[in-house]
Protein backbone atom coordinates (compact mmCIF):
# COMPACT_ATOMS: atom_id res chain seq x y z
CA UNK A 1 0.00 0.00 0.00
CA UNK A 2 1.06 3.39 -0.95
CA UNK A 3 0.64 6.94 0.49
CA UNK A 4 0.81 9.59 -2.52
CA UNK A 5 1.41 13.25 -0.95
CA UNK A 6 0.89 16.01 -3.35
CA UNK A 7 1.98 19.75 -3.53
CA UNK A 8 -0.26 21.38 -5.45
CA UNK A 9 0.95 25.34 -5.85
CA UNK A 10 0.11 28.13 -8.18
CA UNK A 11 2.06 26.88 -11.21
CA UNK A 12 3.29 23.68 -10.10
CA UNK A 13 2.11 20.02 -8.50
CA UNK A 14 4.51 18.35 -6.94
CA UNK A 15 4.11 14.91 -5.64
CA UNK A 16 5.89 12.47 -3.72
CA UNK A 17 5.14 8.33 -3.26
CA UNK A 18 5.49 6.38 -0.05
CA UNK A 19 5.79 2.93 0.06
CA UNK A 20 3.99 2.04 3.74
CA UNK A 21 5.96 -1.23 4.97
CA UNK A 22 9.27 -0.02 3.94
CA UNK A 23 8.60 4.34 5.14
CA UNK A 24 10.64 4.93 1.57
CA UNK A 25 9.64 7.08 -0.74
CA UNK A 26 9.47 5.42 -4.45
CA UNK A 27 8.94 7.76 -6.90
CA UNK A 28 8.41 11.90 -6.89
CA UNK A 29 8.71 14.44 -9.49
CA UNK A 30 6.77 17.42 -10.48
CA UNK A 31 4.53 19.00 -13.16
CA UNK A 32 5.49 22.27 -13.77
CA UNK A 33 4.58 25.61 -15.51
CA UNK A 34 1.00 24.77 -15.54
CA UNK A 35 -0.82 26.81 -17.86
CA UNK A 36 2.65 28.52 -19.64
CA UNK A 37 4.40 28.28 -22.40
CA UNK A 38 7.40 25.10 -21.64
CA UNK A 39 5.02 23.16 -19.48
CA UNK A 40 6.70 19.92 -18.46
CA UNK A 41 6.49 16.34 -16.74
CA UNK A 42 9.63 15.62 -14.99
CA UNK A 43 9.36 11.60 -12.98
CA UNK A 44 12.30 10.67 -10.72
CA UNK A 45 11.46 6.72 -11.34
CA UNK A 46 11.86 3.60 -9.16
CA UNK A 47 14.46 2.38 -11.85
CA UNK A 48 16.72 5.73 -10.94
CA UNK A 49 16.05 7.56 -13.98
CA UNK A 50 14.81 11.53 -14.48
CA UNK A 51 12.44 12.02 -17.30
CA UNK A 52 11.27 14.94 -18.20
CA UNK A 53 8.82 15.52 -21.06
CA UNK A 54 7.60 18.73 -22.42
CA UNK A 55 4.18 18.65 -22.90
CA UNK A 56 1.25 20.81 -22.55
CA UNK A 57 0.04 21.80 -18.87
CA UNK A 58 -2.75 23.86 -19.12
CA UNK A 59 -4.77 22.98 -15.73
CA UNK A 60 -4.41 21.35 -12.77
CA UNK A 61 -6.57 18.55 -13.89
CA UNK A 62 -4.33 17.39 -16.36
CA UNK A 63 -1.58 18.03 -14.15
CA UNK A 64 -3.13 15.24 -11.83
CA UNK A 65 -3.75 12.73 -14.42
CA UNK A 66 -0.42 12.76 -16.12
CA UNK A 67 0.74 12.35 -12.50
CA UNK A 68 -1.72 9.55 -11.78
CA UNK A 69 -0.54 7.78 -15.51
CA UNK A 70 3.21 8.11 -14.26
CA UNK A 71 2.46 6.09 -11.28
CA UNK A 72 1.34 2.92 -12.81
CA UNK A 73 2.94 0.34 -14.95
CA UNK A 74 3.95 0.60 -17.82
CA UNK A 75 4.83 4.00 -17.52
CA UNK A 76 8.28 3.47 -17.42
CA UNK A 77 9.96 3.54 -13.91
CA UNK A 78 6.08 3.28 -12.21
CA UNK A 79 5.64 1.58 -9.01
CA UNK A 80 2.40 0.82 -8.77
CA UNK A 81 0.40 -2.31 -10.89
CA UNK A 82 -3.01 0.22 -10.51
CA UNK A 83 -3.95 3.25 -8.69
CA UNK A 84 -6.04 0.84 -6.34
CA UNK A 85 -2.47 0.81 -4.48
CA UNK A 86 -2.98 3.84 -3.64
CA UNK A 87 -4.15 3.91 0.14
CA UNK A 88 -4.51 7.48 0.51
CA UNK A 89 -3.51 10.69 -0.58
CA UNK A 90 -1.70 13.70 1.91
CA UNK A 91 -1.81 17.08 0.81
CA UNK A 92 0.25 20.23 1.14
CA UNK A 93 -2.20 22.90 2.97
CA UNK A 94 -1.04 26.52 3.38
CA UNK A 95 -3.29 28.26 5.54
CA UNK A 96 -6.06 27.22 7.73
CA UNK A 97 -7.07 29.99 9.50
CA UNK A 98 -7.60 29.69 13.20
CA UNK A 99 -9.62 26.72 11.96
CA UNK A 100 -7.44 24.08 11.86
CA UNK A 101 -5.25 23.22 14.82
CA UNK A 102 -3.89 20.13 13.16
CA UNK A 103 -4.38 17.77 10.05
CA UNK A 104 -7.54 16.86 8.86
CA UNK A 105 -9.22 14.26 6.84
CA UNK A 106 -10.73 16.22 4.00
CA UNK A 107 -14.77 16.55 3.70
CA UNK A 108 -16.83 19.04 1.80
CA UNK A 109 -16.91 20.49 5.08
CA UNK A 110 -13.24 21.38 5.52
CA UNK A 111 -13.01 21.90 1.58
CA UNK A 112 -15.68 24.85 2.59
CA UNK A 113 -13.40 26.06 5.59
CA UNK A 114 -9.93 25.86 3.84
CA UNK A 115 -12.44 28.14 1.03
CA UNK A 116 -13.16 30.41 3.85
CA UNK A 117 -9.74 30.99 4.61
CA UNK A 118 -8.64 32.16 0.68
CA UNK A 119 -8.93 36.06 1.68
CA UNK A 120 -6.05 35.19 3.75
CA UNK A 121 -3.57 33.32 1.27
CA UNK A 122 -4.85 34.33 -2.06
CA UNK A 123 -1.60 32.77 -3.66
CA UNK A 124 -1.46 29.51 -2.09
CA UNK A 125 -5.10 28.18 -0.95
CA UNK A 126 -6.98 28.37 -4.25
CA UNK A 127 -4.20 25.88 -6.26
CA UNK A 128 -3.97 23.77 -2.73
CA UNK A 129 -7.70 23.29 -3.67
CA UNK A 130 -7.64 23.04 -6.93
CA UNK A 131 -5.58 20.00 -6.14
CA UNK A 132 -7.83 18.36 -3.41
CA UNK A 133 -10.58 18.43 -5.70
CA UNK A 134 -9.10 16.73 -8.88
CA UNK A 135 -7.16 13.99 -6.41
CA UNK A 136 -10.68 13.63 -5.23
CA UNK A 137 -12.56 13.15 -8.08
CA UNK A 138 -9.82 11.35 -9.83
CA UNK A 139 -9.23 8.71 -6.83
CA UNK A 140 -12.92 7.96 -5.56
CA UNK A 141 -13.03 6.69 -1.84
CA UNK A 142 -9.78 7.28 -1.57
CA UNK A 143 -8.86 8.85 2.15
CA UNK A 144 -7.44 12.10 1.60
CA UNK A 145 -5.61 14.25 4.17
CA UNK A 146 -4.89 18.00 4.49
CA UNK A 147 -1.35 19.21 6.24
CA UNK A 148 -1.77 22.48 7.15
CA UNK A 149 1.29 25.10 7.39
CA UNK A 150 -0.13 27.24 9.84
CA UNK A 151 -1.63 24.39 12.39
CA UNK A 152 1.55 23.99 14.26
CA UNK A 153 1.28 27.93 15.23
CA UNK A 154 -2.29 27.55 16.76
CA UNK A 155 -1.09 26.77 20.30
CA UNK A 156 0.65 30.63 20.44
CA UNK A 157 -0.81 32.40 23.38
CA UNK A 158 -2.53 35.75 22.78
CA UNK A 159 -0.23 38.21 23.56
CA UNK A 160 2.07 36.46 20.92
CA UNK A 161 -0.51 36.17 17.86
CA UNK A 162 -2.42 39.40 18.52
CA UNK A 163 -1.27 42.46 16.32
CA UNK A 164 -2.02 45.99 18.75
CA UNK A 165 -4.34 47.08 16.25
CA UNK A 166 -8.63 48.21 16.73
CA UNK A 167 -10.53 45.36 18.11
CA UNK A 168 -13.19 45.64 15.55
CA UNK A 169 -10.35 45.24 12.67
CA UNK A 170 -8.79 42.00 14.28
CA UNK A 171 -11.93 40.59 14.94
CA UNK A 172 -13.64 41.37 11.05
CA UNK A 173 -10.51 41.04 8.97
CA UNK A 174 -8.67 38.32 10.94
CA UNK A 175 -5.70 40.70 11.48
CA UNK A 176 -3.08 38.22 13.62
CA UNK A 177 -0.29 36.13 13.17
CA UNK A 178 -0.83 32.83 12.12
CA UNK A 179 3.04 31.70 10.88
CA UNK A 180 4.34 29.25 9.04
CA UNK A 181 6.31 26.16 7.73
CA UNK A 182 4.55 24.68 10.95
CA UNK A 183 4.80 21.14 8.83
CA UNK A 184 8.47 21.59 8.55
CA UNK A 185 8.61 22.72 12.21
CA UNK A 186 6.72 19.43 13.69
CA UNK A 187 9.32 17.02 11.66
CA UNK A 188 12.29 18.71 13.25
CA UNK A 189 11.19 18.93 16.59
CA UNK A 190 10.47 15.42 16.45
CA UNK A 191 13.59 14.86 14.96
CA UNK A 192 15.24 16.97 17.52
CA UNK A 193 13.70 15.19 20.55
CA UNK A 194 14.63 11.52 19.15
CA UNK A 195 18.50 13.01 18.78
CA UNK A 196 18.90 14.24 22.14
CA UNK A 197 16.92 11.12 23.41
CA UNK A 198 14.13 13.44 25.43
CA UNK A 199 10.55 14.02 25.05
CA UNK A 200 9.74 17.62 23.55
CA UNK A 201 8.00 18.04 27.03
CA UNK A 202 10.73 18.91 28.48
CA UNK A 203 12.61 21.24 26.28
CA UNK A 204 12.65 24.76 25.11
CA UNK A 205 13.50 25.05 21.74
CA UNK A 206 14.32 27.45 19.31
CA UNK A 207 13.99 26.12 15.11
CA UNK A 208 15.07 28.52 12.74
CA UNK A 209 13.86 27.56 9.51
CA UNK A 210 16.59 29.27 6.81
CA UNK A 211 15.68 28.92 3.12
CA UNK A 212 14.60 30.72 1.15
CA UNK A 213 11.66 31.34 2.73
CA UNK A 214 13.22 31.94 6.39
CA UNK A 215 10.89 31.57 9.89
CA UNK A 216 11.83 30.86 13.63
CA UNK A 217 9.61 29.08 15.98
CA UNK A 218 9.99 29.14 19.76
CA UNK A 219 8.64 25.31 21.12
CA UNK A 220 8.66 25.42 24.72
CA UNK A 221 7.30 22.07 26.38
CA UNK A 222 6.26 20.33 22.85
CA UNK A 223 3.87 23.56 21.69
CA UNK A 224 4.83 26.71 19.27
CA UNK A 225 4.76 29.73 21.82
CA UNK A 226 6.09 32.20 19.45
CA UNK A 227 6.93 32.76 15.21
CA UNK A 228 8.21 34.79 13.41
CA UNK A 229 6.29 34.95 10.26
CA UNK A 230 2.92 36.35 11.07
CA UNK A 231 -0.41 37.52 8.86
CA UNK A 232 1.67 36.72 6.11
CA UNK A 233 4.94 34.98 5.22
CA UNK A 234 6.53 38.44 4.85
CA UNK A 235 7.43 38.96 8.37
CA UNK A 236 10.58 38.32 10.63
CA UNK A 237 14.31 37.06 9.50
CA UNK A 238 15.41 38.57 6.44
CA UNK A 239 14.65 36.11 3.42
CA UNK A 240 16.18 35.49 -0.03
CA UNK A 241 13.76 37.75 -1.75
CA UNK A 242 11.46 39.22 0.85
CA UNK A 243 12.40 41.98 3.61
CA UNK A 244 10.90 40.36 6.90
CA UNK A 245 10.25 43.21 9.47
CA UNK A 246 10.32 46.96 8.05
CA UNK A 247 8.94 49.78 9.84
CA UNK A 248 4.92 49.92 8.18
CA UNK A 249 5.74 53.51 7.99
CA UNK A 250 7.64 52.78 4.91
CA UNK A 251 5.10 50.99 3.36
CA UNK A 252 3.33 54.64 3.85
CA UNK A 253 5.76 56.24 2.61
CA UNK A 254 6.17 54.43 -0.59
CA UNK A 255 2.38 54.75 -1.31
CA UNK A 256 1.75 58.16 -0.26
CA UNK A 257 4.87 59.79 -1.01
CA UNK A 258 6.18 58.13 -3.50
CA UNK A 259 3.01 57.15 -5.42
CA UNK A 260 3.42 53.58 -5.67
CA UNK A 261 0.55 51.17 -6.37
CA UNK A 262 0.33 47.87 -3.83
CA UNK A 263 1.64 46.03 -6.87
CA UNK A 264 4.63 47.92 -6.51
CA UNK A 265 5.05 47.98 -3.21
CA UNK A 266 4.01 44.48 -2.93
CA UNK A 267 6.82 43.30 -5.28
CA UNK A 268 9.23 45.21 -3.97
CA UNK A 269 9.00 43.68 -0.79
CA UNK A 270 8.34 40.57 -1.52
CA UNK A 271 10.08 40.34 -4.54
CA UNK A 272 13.31 42.72 -4.91
CA UNK A 273 14.39 42.64 -1.19
CA UNK A 274 16.13 40.40 1.32
CA UNK A 275 19.46 39.06 0.42
CA UNK A 276 18.65 39.96 -3.10
CA UNK A 277 18.11 43.56 -2.06
CA UNK A 278 21.07 44.10 0.37
CA UNK A 279 23.41 42.22 -1.27
CA UNK A 280 22.32 43.59 -5.06
CA UNK A 281 23.53 40.39 -6.23
CA UNK A 282 21.83 37.38 -5.59
CA UNK A 283 19.48 35.55 -3.26
CA UNK A 284 21.53 32.44 -3.26
CA UNK A 285 23.48 32.39 0.29
CA UNK A 286 26.28 30.18 -1.58
CA UNK A 287 27.23 32.93 -3.60
CA UNK A 288 26.22 35.69 -1.11
CA UNK A 289 28.72 33.92 1.51
CA UNK A 290 31.76 33.13 -1.14
CA UNK A 291 31.57 37.39 -2.59
CA UNK A 292 31.58 38.11 0.86
CA UNK A 293 34.62 36.55 1.78
CA UNK A 294 36.07 38.04 -1.47
CA UNK A 295 35.32 41.61 -0.18
CA UNK A 296 32.00 42.25 -1.94
CA UNK A 297 30.79 45.06 0.78
CA UNK A 298 26.97 44.69 -0.13
CA UNK A 299 27.62 40.82 0.47
CA UNK A 300 29.13 41.11 3.61
CA UNK A 301 25.90 43.47 4.41
CA UNK A 302 23.52 40.77 3.65
CA UNK A 303 25.15 38.33 5.65
CA UNK A 304 25.24 41.21 8.61
CA UNK A 305 21.74 41.92 8.64
CA UNK A 306 20.66 38.50 8.06
CA UNK A 307 22.54 37.02 10.66
CA UNK A 308 22.01 39.49 13.12
CA UNK A 309 18.15 39.26 12.75
CA UNK A 310 18.04 35.70 13.40
CA UNK A 311 20.45 36.23 16.69
CA UNK A 312 18.30 38.71 17.82
CA UNK A 313 14.73 36.15 17.27
CA UNK A 314 16.63 33.79 19.35
CA UNK A 315 17.43 35.96 22.12
CA UNK A 316 13.85 36.91 21.62
CA UNK A 317 12.56 33.75 21.59
CA UNK A 318 14.30 32.49 24.97
CA UNK A 319 13.33 35.74 26.43
CA UNK A 320 9.85 34.40 25.44
CA UNK A 321 10.17 30.89 27.27
CA UNK A 322 12.39 32.14 30.14
CA UNK A 323 15.34 30.28 28.82
CA UNK A 324 16.29 27.81 25.89
CA UNK A 325 18.19 24.45 25.90
CA UNK A 326 17.96 23.58 22.10
CA UNK A 327 18.64 25.71 19.29
CA UNK A 328 18.03 23.72 15.91
CA UNK A 329 19.09 24.66 12.31
CA UNK A 330 17.04 23.49 8.98
CA UNK A 331 15.98 24.37 5.95
CA UNK A 332 18.61 25.01 2.71
CA UNK A 333 20.57 27.87 4.39
CA UNK A 334 20.02 26.03 7.80
CA UNK A 335 21.26 22.94 7.26
CA UNK A 336 24.07 23.89 4.94
CA UNK A 337 26.15 26.89 5.71
CA UNK A 338 28.68 26.73 8.79
CA UNK A 339 28.70 30.40 8.42
CA UNK A 340 25.95 31.62 8.81
CA UNK A 341 25.26 29.05 11.96
CA UNK A 342 28.48 30.20 13.41
CA UNK A 343 27.66 34.03 12.81
CA UNK A 344 24.20 33.35 14.35
CA UNK A 345 25.63 31.84 17.34
CA UNK A 346 28.36 34.91 17.86
CA UNK A 347 28.07 36.82 21.06
CA UNK A 348 24.96 34.17 22.31
CA UNK A 349 27.19 32.44 25.01
CA UNK A 350 25.37 34.57 27.73
CA UNK A 351 22.27 31.73 26.95
CA UNK A 352 24.70 29.39 26.85
CA UNK A 353 24.90 29.02 23.12
CA UNK A 354 28.35 27.61 22.34
CA UNK A 355 29.19 25.77 18.62
CA UNK A 356 32.12 23.03 18.69
CA UNK A 357 33.91 24.53 15.01
CA UNK A 358 34.60 21.62 13.46
CA UNK A 359 31.45 19.78 14.14
CA UNK A 360 29.82 22.78 12.64
CA UNK A 361 31.81 23.20 9.74
CA UNK A 362 31.37 19.29 8.93
CA UNK A 363 27.52 19.53 9.16
CA UNK A 364 26.31 20.02 5.54
CA UNK A 365 22.81 18.49 5.11
CA UNK A 366 22.97 15.40 7.47
CA UNK A 367 21.42 15.15 11.31
CA UNK A 368 24.67 16.86 13.75
CA UNK A 369 25.07 17.78 17.40
CA UNK A 370 27.36 21.00 16.65
CA UNK A 371 26.99 22.15 20.39
CA UNK A 372 30.64 23.11 21.94
CA UNK A 373 31.89 20.80 24.72
CA UNK A 374 30.24 22.00 27.82
CA UNK A 375 27.96 24.12 26.83
CA UNK A 376 24.08 24.12 28.40
CA UNK A 377 22.41 24.94 25.02
CA UNK A 378 22.26 21.78 22.64
CA UNK A 379 22.69 22.86 19.16
CA UNK A 380 21.77 20.79 16.38
CA UNK A 381 21.03 20.19 12.04
CA UNK A 382 18.12 18.94 10.87
CA UNK A 383 17.56 18.51 7.62
CA UNK A 384 13.34 18.97 7.43
CA UNK A 385 11.68 16.77 5.06
CA UNK A 386 8.04 18.10 5.05
CA UNK A 387 6.98 15.77 2.71
CA UNK A 388 7.57 13.04 5.56
CA UNK A 389 5.33 14.70 7.62
CA UNK A 390 2.58 15.12 5.70
CA UNK A 391 2.50 10.70 4.43
CA UNK A 392 3.05 10.44 8.36
CA UNK A 393 -0.07 12.19 9.05
CA UNK A 394 -2.03 10.95 6.36
CA UNK A 395 -1.10 7.32 7.54
CA UNK A 396 -2.23 8.07 10.83
CA UNK A 397 -5.48 9.74 9.69
CA UNK A 398 -6.54 8.41 6.41
CA UNK A 399 -5.12 5.19 4.94
CA UNK A 400 -7.63 2.92 4.61
CA UNK A 401 -7.51 -0.48 6.47
CA UNK A 402 -4.74 -2.84 4.45
CA UNK A 403 -5.45 -6.13 4.08
CA UNK A 404 -3.97 -8.10 5.81
CA UNK A 405 -1.78 -11.34 4.73
CA UNK A 406 -4.09 -14.01 3.61
CA UNK A 407 -7.15 -11.65 3.44
CA UNK A 408 -9.33 -12.88 0.30
P1 LIG B 1 12.93 26.92 -0.02
O1 LIG B 1 12.64 27.87 1.09
O2 LIG B 1 12.59 27.44 -1.37
O3 LIG B 1 12.45 25.50 0.26
P2 LIG B 1 15.55 25.83 0.53
O4 LIG B 1 15.21 25.43 1.93
O5 LIG B 1 15.84 24.76 -0.45
O6 LIG B 1 14.51 26.84 -0.07
O7 LIG B 1 16.82 26.79 0.64
C1 LIG B 1 17.32 27.37 -0.51
C2 LIG B 1 18.52 28.21 -0.14
O8 LIG B 1 19.49 27.43 0.57
C3 LIG B 1 19.25 28.69 -1.39
O9 LIG B 1 18.76 29.93 -1.76
C4 LIG B 1 20.67 28.78 -0.94
O10 LIG B 1 20.93 30.13 -0.64
C5 LIG B 1 20.75 28.00 0.35
N1 LIG B 1 21.80 26.96 0.29
C6 LIG B 1 21.74 25.73 -0.25
N2 LIG B 1 22.92 25.10 -0.11
C7 LIG B 1 23.75 25.95 0.54
C8 LIG B 1 25.11 25.90 0.98
N3 LIG B 1 25.87 24.82 0.78
N4 LIG B 1 25.61 26.98 1.62
C9 LIG B 1 24.85 28.07 1.82
N5 LIG B 1 23.58 28.19 1.44
C10 LIG B 1 23.02 27.14 0.80
Redesign the pocket.
Known sequence: MFVLVINSGSSSVKYRLYDIASGSAVTHGVAARIGEVGSYLEIHGTDGGTRRTQQVVATHAQALELILAALVRPAPGAPLASLAEIGAVGHRAVHGGDAFVESVQITDDVIAEMERCVPLAPLHNPPNLMGMREARRLLPGVPQVAVFDTAFHQSMPPEAYTYALPGRWRREHHLRRYGFHGTSYRYVCGRAGAMLARPLSELRMVVCHL???CSMVAVKHGRAVDTSMGFTPMEGLVM?TRSGDVDPGIVLHLTRGLQMTAAEVDHLLNQESGLLGLSEVS????VI?ERAEAGDEGCRLALDVFTYRARKYVGAYAAAMGGIDTLVFT???GE??AT?RHMVCTRLAFLGIALDDTANRSA?GVEADISGPGASVRVLVVPTDEERMIAMDTIALGIRSVPAAGDP
Open positions: GNGGNDMRTGGINSVC
